[in-house]
């Protein structure tokens, strides 16, 4: 077996910031959450962003698109 047999660059995982968040409420408000989060049709991403932050919760428009679309840690 030679030494450098299956070589490959490490993937790094960031944490999704939407499942991080979530992780961090009770699990009524963690419901309610994850339905607006999944709910596109009413919930603009930037629509959301602002609804949370004026609740107190820090998340961007930008963690909420990319989990959306399936391009964060979670896919």
Do not use: Q
């Amino acid at each position: 077996m030679f030494m450098l047999e299956g070589l490959a660059p490490t993937v790094k995982v960031f944490p999704c910031r939407v499942r991080t968040l979530g992780e961090s409420l009770d699990e009524s408000d963690r419901n309610i959450y994850m339905a607006a989060v999944s709910n596109v049709d009413v919930w603009s991403n930037n629509g959301l962003a602002y609804a949370l932050g004026k609740r107190g919760l820090k998340i961007s428009e930008k963690s909420i698109r990319k989990h959306r679309r399936g391009e964060c840690s979670c896919a």
